[in-house]
């Protein structure tokens, strides 16, 4: 074993049906397990498993790091890695898997953590349950219309996992990514040593942080401060009336519980969209999909910009809920929040115009309603006749600051959006903002790709049931790129 590296005749597939690749050297690959008839001798991995040599042949293919019994080991390598183990890097590993590609995922927490760690208590999926799906794996429950607690999308998530095998190894961080060494792809700094991909997917979330702004270190100190994903329950909250920021589905969400709950609420609006839950019968996702709502193209809307957040929530069965409903029930709206000054927060003068606008967005949805109610393909899938529910009167507080002493906060909950967390990538895919450069997941690089942002393609993209979309076509660019 002296000297220059031998190269080896490689076999197309390995013996799970993966691809291996042909014309590397020892240095750059591993070696995999062999039938126990095989006349062997067995290397040992460094997590414990077993890589036999066979007698003139070396069996290579991707895999972790092997300590040579002559000293040294090769580096690790693979395929593909992706990066997360929530839904959407699951359903890659679905679709890689399918097409006999050998790849790894690498969670730094664990499988669907945040499904469980950055949801309050009384989150319920917002979708019916039927559309509680993944690749391979359709809803089976007994509840097809309901809408399932978020522990039961935890153990959903887990139960995948498990039956499609998925490679995950969990409390594994990536801390870096950057072009590998000459032309061998790319390398991957993590809490367990580095590794080698020719493809990485990087599948870590649509909501990655919080967006809270550099002038709430200026808030007065007796007040707490959180966002949406540390928020549990009312009962965990100091004293005091509630200020929330934001009014997509988390903020206008959690100003509901807490407004039932017996809090004073603040809601400082933001861009939103309404719509009923139900409308002729028929849930508003059961509308979206027959309207062709989720099939509208990201690259339909100037600059990118998509629409804002539609409110919906699964609580009690589902009902109407935005933020006009809930200034009718005794939340205090407010305009954005821009500012503080000598322990008063600024307020824009823009909430009359938000909410006039997601007006505007239920009229519009009612309407396409009713032209798709009436065509006869329709007439007997729906009911045909159904006023639009009436918006209750309501007015707005006119006001420009909000002293938080005087109106008794005790607590602000930050919910205004989420920002992404790509510092660790050094590669040339995201803008100055932050922000992945990508088509439909496919960037600049060969071989990286992003999966599961939110409107990556189309309205589907981030969303639980349809992420698979994406992954089958990013598995299919993977496999043309290197067959």
């Known amino acids: 074993m002296s000297g220059a590296p031998r190269k080896h005749r490689i076999p197309q597939r390995n013996e799970n049906g993966a691809k291996a690749m042909t014309g590397y050297s020892w240095e750059r690959l ?13 290397i040992k991995y460094d997590r414990g498993h077993y890589a036999p040599v066979l007698r003139g042949q070396i069996n290579v293919v991707y895999g972790a790091p092997i300590a040579l019994p002559w000293g040294g080991s090769l580096r690790e390598k693979h395929d593909t ?12 590993s679905h679709h890689l898997r399918q097409r006999g590609r050998e790849h790894i995922i690498l969670e730094r927490r664990r499988v669907a953590e945040r499904w469980r760690t950055e949801r309050w208590d009384s989150l319920r999926f917002q979708l019916p349950n039927s559309w509680l799906e993944l690749p391979g794996k359709p809803y089976a429950g007994s509840d ?24 995950v190894r969990t409390g594994v961080e990536v801390t870096s990514l950057s072009p590998g060494e000459g032309s061998s792809g790319y390398s991957l700094e993590t809490t367990d040593g580095q590794i080698n991909a020719r493809h990485v997917v990087i599948a870590t979330g649509p909501f990655q942080r919080p967006m809270i702004p550099d002038f ?13 994903t540390h928020y549990r329950n009312p009962a965990e909250l100091p004293p005091g009336a509630v200020l929330i920021i934001g009014s997509g589905n988390s903020g206008c969400q959690i100003a509901d519980e ?4 017996g809090r004073r609420v603040f809601l400082a609006v933001s861009r939103h969209s309404r719509v009923p839950r139900r409308y002729r019968g028929k849930d508003v996702i059961w509308w979206y999909e027959h309207l062709g709502r989720f099939d509208v193209n990201i690259d339909t809307f100037p600059g990118r910009r998509y629409p804002p957040t539609t409110i919906m929530t699964g609580v009690d069965g589902g009902y109407d809920l935005d933020p006009g409903r809930l200034g009718s029930a005794g939340v205090t709206l ?4 821009v500012g503080i000054k000598d322990g008063s927060l600024a307020l824009a003068d823009d909430a009359e115009k938000l909410l006039a606008a997601a007006d505007h967005s239920y009229a519009a949805f009612i ?15 729906v009911e045909q006749t159904e006023p639009p529910a009436p918006q209750p009167l309501l007015s707005v507080d006119d006001i420009r600051t909000l002293n938080l002493r005087e109106q008794n906060i005790g607590t602000i909950i930050w919910a205004n959006g989420h920002g992404f967390s790509f510092d660790w990538v050094k590669l040339p895919i995201v803008d100055a903002k932050g ?31 349809f992420v698979g979309r994406d992954a089958s076509y990013l598995a299919d660019h993977i496999d043309h790129l290197a067959p």
């Open 334 to 337: 407010l305009g954005r929040v």
């Open 435 to 465: 922000t992945p450069v990508q088509q439909r997941g496919v960037t600049a690089c060969p071989g990286i790709y992003f999966l599961g942002l939110h409107w990556m393609h189309t309205f589907r993209s981030a969303i639980f049931s």
């Open 144 to 167: 097809p219309n309901g809408f399932t607690h978020h522990s039961d999308v935890v153990r959903f998530i887990v139960d995948y996992a498990a039956e499609i095998a998925a490679p």
């Open 367 to 381: 309407e396409a309603a009713d032209i798709l109610a009436a065509t006869p393909a329709m007439r007997s899938e």
């Open 30 to 42: 591993c070696l995999c397990r062999i039938g126990p008839s095989a006349s062997e001798s067995a």
């Open 216 to 228: 709430s270190r200026a808030i007065t100190s007796y007040v707490y401060q959180t966002d949406a």
């Open 81 to 92: 890695v992706i990066i997360g183990g929530g839904q959407a890097g699951l359903a890659m």
């Open 258 to 261: 807490l407004l039932h709950s």
